[in-house]
């Protein structure tokens, strides 16, 4: 297993930001039967994750609050993890562009600097509360770059929140005046846009049952989806806004997400 630190220089965030990658590797064992050298010699690519955290969150907090670098091994996928601050994964007016820099430039370094596959079906994009409102943004806004998006504890309603009090933590991150809704900002107008696309990503949303925050907030998404003709999974487990659940969901996640265990051609 690799896991790498990386201070990488943005365009979109105009300064450095920070990075951690997991990459798999050969097993001790894989390395004394010599099939480490085959795997090094391999023109083959990683299937790609890349996994948000959320508000007041990371790009630690997913290795340090979870078993992602063991899941990542076992599953052989490499996971990406980016710092966003609490930006709602939008371009901050006149100041950092947050939602161009995961959405298109950060996967143009990573495929550019790792073996990682440049193919929509094996790239991904999960997060948790903020960044399952952020993962379900990115990817559904660009369904030609991720195949299978997945959110847990989404926070589905920070854009009303936002409109209704400019005041409120998230807020700082959009103009005083800037109108959210009917935007890929919000994602029930998002998902209508995309529910009939021929790329539209698979969805997985998950919630805990005993959740303060966003329980009632993904139910009602989910009913709205329902509506519409979405098609999704969806999983509720008793649990809350913390980090027994989002471990236990993230290896959930992977169960579902069609990976090929393996690395894979470009």
Known sequence: MALLQYKISSKA?????????????PSPFELEQRQGEEFYKSNQKYQVLYLYHGTHGDSWDWLRFSRIESYAQKHRLAVVMPEVQNSSFHNIPNSYAYYDYVSRELPEIIN????????????????????????????????????????????????????HDRNCLHAAAYGSDEVLTGTIEDPYWLAKQVVYHPLCPKLYLCVGTTDPLTTQCNRDFKQYLD????????????????????????????EWLPLKHTLVDE
Do not use: C
């Not at 999974?233 to 913390?242: A, I, L, M, S």
């Open 13 to 25: 965030l105009g300064t450095k930001t920070n990075l951690n990658v997991i990459l798999p590797t």
């Open 112 to 163: 550019w600097t790792f073996p990682i596959s440049r193919k929509r079906e094996n790239t991904f994009v999960a997060g948790l509360s903020m960044g399952g409102y952020g993962a379900f943004k990115v990817g559904m806004a660009n369904p030609e770059i991720f195949g299978a998006v997945a959110s847990l504890s989404g926070g589905f309603l920070l854009p009303e929140r936002i409109e």
């Open 227 to 254: 509506s519409i003709g979405f098609s999704y999974t969806y999983h509720e487990q008793p649990g809350g806004h913390d980090w027994d659940f989002w471990d236990d969901e993230i290896r959930r996640v992977l």
